[in-house]
């Protein structure tokens, strides 16, 4: 063994040294702790509307008050949490040691991206929790332009510049996945994981521009009584919508497209098996990512929208379906003669593949023009968009957490303490959203600040659920932060994985590896050779 | 679902909502039990045989691309045929007039009722809503007839339904709306047709059309577009339902949206061979106003010298 360099977590110690890193394993923790803290905001708004919504009456808050508290929660956890959760941490920290590359291709840009999330992030916090919004995190014109009297203007400020981050995360890791890949690291080898912050980042890179220019357009209505989206003033509000969901239905995929690529290594990993199907994975990732701008219009089926409109969309969201579903069959067929353990990250890869599977089987109602007229802005789209990106993407990203923690902090943390805390999650979220499917269907609006007392039970239910939901996510938290000090020494390699991550050492050095990685010809997933 | 079935279409709807529901149901179980069989049997270290371990199948995995492409454009077909029949009022429906506002539902019945956050129809005969917004977007929803349209300020949109049992039922507004969204209910009342006429006789009002006629008069319409009048101006008996050439070549059927947009914003659409003098009236007339307006224009064809009977 030749001179082995410090683990970049060893290198420079003073917090200078963290703020001016261009070491994109640094930034990926960066950003965790970043995310985390926006998590935990939302998340407290989220308690404050479950609290709220136990009585019918709105004996808590004000209406105002709890129309900026959803907006509040709605664009932390879509804007500040969601979409950078996993390319910005995960994506960050892996991508490059996947490919067994040195860094990303811009470390400088890869920091700038951080300081512009920063700067975004923290000056629409300060907007929102001094002034507050109540348009909603969809910002429906012509409310949010010229009847809502909150700060429009700054927060979607905000918001415009957090997408400049996006914009530039995806453009370093399309360049760093196409000139970066090791010797031998051809593009069928790559880890799906890889696939999937390709997808992702063609995604952010080709919707984000439509969000900045929406806002912006936003900005210039209510600044400068520009007509574009305001009736008065010869504008057409339904402009509003399609642009915006030209934007935010491809930000659907990019929240799930990562927990995908997530999901697909934490399986063949504790089931020490080759993905089912690679070739199928790879093209479902793409095809999701490319038919993802063509679906947007079923946000808008009863939005006065062309009736004929509305059927092409529909027909365009169930072909949408086809691959996800190819993609939980390949999953399932994963685990087939493999050898299975089920550790913590297993449970939450198969809590996010059932969880997963709910939120899509029930998009297809959505989909179908004729239940969704009476299911839209109902509390069943509340339930159907909540499986996808708190029982996907959430689950996906914890699983993710744990599975390369060893990786990340050179700890091991406490696996019975993992077990439980993801059992619990399963369940606590499933109470939590199962009842708002069953509110849904029995016509409760979203949105609605008191309700009629019919809707209670179900109510009570789910904020019981909320409760459970709230301790499973403290749980890690915990345990994750003890382990830092007190858990067991990682070993380098602590699943008997098979990614190029796996070969170097927990934590890694700076650079990466100290050696060249070793791609194996039956890359990613050579499990059937140990 | 508890939610009664009270118009002709919800039976309908629920029946392609059950048939989801089950198809989902065989899914989950059907993948929830493969993942626990393949769990146990396959768990580490378990004698089970792992010979031939190949993990490609491509009939395998055509079969299931294909088999829920093909499910899936079955239930397109079978739901964009009910959605069809939701967007296409019968010929025969009973018009009503809804304008919303921050935060209330305003009903104009032909005949001249008003009417705020209720809405009185009679049972066993569809019934077309045309709505609009003074503001915002709000949308109109009965859960009970499983019918939801948002309501725009600048243009005019539709629903219908054909209540089946008499009974009061929950109106919503599902479209936020701002502070007071969640207050933005009321009913509607569906009544025997006995009951509907004698509640349409004690609150019996001057007409729409009439009302319209006197706004005719009140706001100097007539003063252009009648007979004799000094300023060229498109005669406008029985201007509703016609196609109207346009000076920039189209041709525009004159329907309920056409002739709002000509009193609120007559530069959109210029009639060929006038020239664009008309004022707009916007600000000057209520959302009401307008569609009294308009009841009066398409009675006025009604009423016009007509030799050929009509065709609905």
Request: neutral net charge; proline residues 6%.
């Amino acid at each position: 063994m030749s001179q082995t360099p410090p683990s970049y977590l060893q290198e420079g110690q003073r917090l200078r040294d963290w703020l001016v890193t261009r070491d994109h394993k640094r930034i990926a923790i960066l950003y965790a702790v970043a995310i985390t803290g926006f998590f935990i905001l939302g998340g407290i708004a989220a308690m404050l509307i479950r609290l709220e919504l136990i009585t019918p009456r709105g004996d808590l808050m004000s209406a105002q008050l709890y129309n900026k508290t959803f907006t509040f929660h709605g664009v932390v956890m879509v804007w500040f949490f969601l979409i950078p959760s996993i390319p910005n941490t995960l994506g960050n920290f892996l991508l490059p040691l996947m490919i067994g590359a040195r860094d990303v291709a811009f470390p400088r840009l890869n920091l700038a991206s951080w300081y512009i999330y920063m700067g975004g992030g923290v000056f629409t916090l300060v907007c929102l929790v001094a002034g507050g919004v109540d348009t909603g995190w969809t910002f429906y014109t012509p409310f949010s332009t010229m009847f809502s009297n909150t700060h429009v203007i700054l927060v979607a400020s905000g918001v415009f510049v957090v997408g400049f981050s996006s914009i530039l995360t995806g453009i370093n890791f399309i360049a760093t996945i196409h000139t970066m890949r090791v010797r031998g690291m051809t593009w069928f080898r790559l880890p799906l994981f890889v696939w999937s912050m390709y997808g992702v980042s063609l995604v952010m890179v080709l919707a984000t521009p439509v969000l900045a220019m929406t806002l912006a357009l936003i900005m210039l209505e209510r600044l400068a009584g520009v007509g574009i989206f305001d009736p008065a003033l010869g504008g057409d509000p339904l402009l509003f919508q399609h642009l915006f969901w030209f934007y935010s239905h491809p930000a659907v995929y990019i929240m799930i497209l990562p927990s995908m690529g997530v999901v697909s290594e934490l399986i063949t990993a504790s089931a020490r098996r080759r993905i089912f199907g690679y070739r199928f994975m790879v093209y479902s990732i793409l095809g999701i990512a490319v038919l993802g701008f063509f679906v947007w219009g079923h946000h808008m089926f009863v939005s006065g929208q062309s009736m004929y409109a509305s059927m092409l969309f529909s027909i365009l969201s169930f072909i949408i379906a086809v691959p996800s579903a190819v993609k939980v069959f390949n999953w399932v067929a994963t685990l087939h003669k493999g050898q299975i353990v089920f550790d913590a990250a297993m449970i939450y890869a198969l809590g996010f593949v059932g969880l997963f599977m709910l939120g899509g089987l029930t998009g297809l109602f959505l989909a179908a023009t004729a239940l969704d007229v009476s299911l839209t802005d109902t509390y069943f789209v509340v339930a159907h968009f909540h499986y996808i990106m708190v029982g996907g993407a959430v689950m996906a990203y914890l699983g993710g957490i744990h599975f390369w923690w060893p990786k990340v902090t050179g700890r091991m943390y406490p696996e019975i303490w993992a077990r439980i805390a993801a059992a619990m999650m399963f369940f606590g979220f499933n109470l939590t959203f199962f009842p708002q499917f069953l509110l849904g269907a029995d016509g409760m609006p979203r949105r609605y600040h008191e309700y009629p007392d019919r809707f209670q039970l179900l109510n009570v239910l789910s904020s019981a659920g909320a409760s459970i939901l709230a301790v499973a996510y403290a749980l890690p938290l915990c345990y994750l932060l003890w382990s830092l000090r007190h858990g067991a020494p990682a070993p380098d390699n602590p699943w008997e994985a098979r990614g190029l991550e796996w070969q170097t050492r927990s934590p890694p050095p700076k650079h990466n590896f100290v050696e060249p990685p070793q791609v194996d010809r039956d890359s990613p997933y050579a499990y059937e050779d140990a | 679902m508890t939610l009664p079935q009270a118009s002709s279409e919800a039976a309908r709807i629920d029946t392609l909502f059950y048939f989801m529901l089950a198809l989902s149901t065989v899914v989950c179980v059907g993948v929830l039990i493969a993942i626990v069989w393949l769990g146990i049997k396959y768990r580490r270290g378990s004698p089970a045989d792992r010979g031939g371990r190949e993990q490609r199948d491509l009939g395998l995995e055509a079969a299931w691309t294909l088999i829920p492409l093909l499910l899936f454009i079955a239930i397109f077909v079978w739901s964009v045929k009910l959605w069809a029949e939701l967007r296409t009022p019968p010929a025969q429906a009973q018009t009503i007039y809804v304008v919303a506002r921050q935060w209330m539902w305003k009903v104009q019945h032909v005949n001249g009722q008003r009417e705020i956050n209720t809405l009185h129809v009679p049972l066993g005969r569809p019934i077309q809503l045309v709505m609009t917004s003074q503001d915002v977007i709000h949308s109109f929803y009965v859960p009970a007839f499983r019918v939801k349209q948002d309501v725009l300020p600048d243009r005019y949109t539709s629903l219908w339904f054909s209540p089946t049992r008499a009974g009061e039922y929950e109106l919503f507004c599902a479209e936020y709306c701002g502070t007071e969204h969640s207050h933005m209910h009321g009913r509607v009342v569906v009544q025997t047709p006995a009951a509907y006429a004698d509640w349409l006789q004690s609150h019996a009002r001057q007409g729409m059309a009439a009302q319209g006629a006197a706004l005719y008069r009140a706001m100097g319409c007539s003063g252009c577009h009648e007979d004799g009048a000094s300023v060229r101006a498109p005669d406008l008996r029985g201007i509703a339902g016609r196609s109207v050439a346009l000076a920039d070549g189209s041709i525009q059927v004159a329907d309920d949206g056409y002739l709002r947009d000509a009193i609120l914003l007559p530069r959109k659409h210029i009639v060929a061979g006038y020239q664009p003098i008309m004022p707009s009236y916007q600000g000057r007339l209520d959302p009401e106003d307008v569609l009294a307006l308009i009841a009066y224009l398409k009675q006025s064809g009604d009423a016009a010298a007509d030799p050929e009977p009509r065709n609905p």
